[in-house]
């Protein structure tokens, strides 16, 4: 299993694309983490359309989104944490609709625990 994913996200929504690929790997993230003590950052972006601060909150709103799937799951909330970049962390050109539309995402990183 990765220990990454990027989940893409509508236009000014905090609810994600629908994506089975993404829907599975977080139903085999949750089964993972049933059996392990490892940890997820769960970290929100957006584009630089709106303010800093409304992006700030938005991104933020992102990774709770994906934090309340994965406690839907049985995950306890202590095991996830949460953060924004708001737009302050771009991976594309905002100035096309496909740069903003990779820009608007959670990217999740499961800690793997150091098995030496």
């Known amino acids: 299993m990765d220990n990454t994913i990027t989940i893409l996200f509508p236009y000014a929504k905090s609810t994600k694309e629908p994506d089975p690929r993404v829907d599975e790997y977080l139903d085999k ?24 601060a409304y992006n700030q909150q938005l991104g933020l709103a992102r990774a709770k989104h994906v934090q309340d799937i994965l406690i839907s799951k ?3 909330k202590e ?9 302050l962390a771009p991976v594309a050109d905002n100035t096309t609709e496909e740069g903003s539309r990779l820009n608007r995402r959670v990217v999740l990183v499961l800690n793997k625990k150091d098995l030496s």
């Open 79 to 87: 095991r996830l944490s949460i953060e924004s970049k708001g737009e």
């Open 29 to 52: 993230l949750a089964q993972r983490l049933a059996k392990t003590d490892e940890t997820v950052a769960i970290t929100g972006h957006t584009d630089d359309s709106g303010t800093v």
């Open 74 to 76: 049985g995950i306890k």
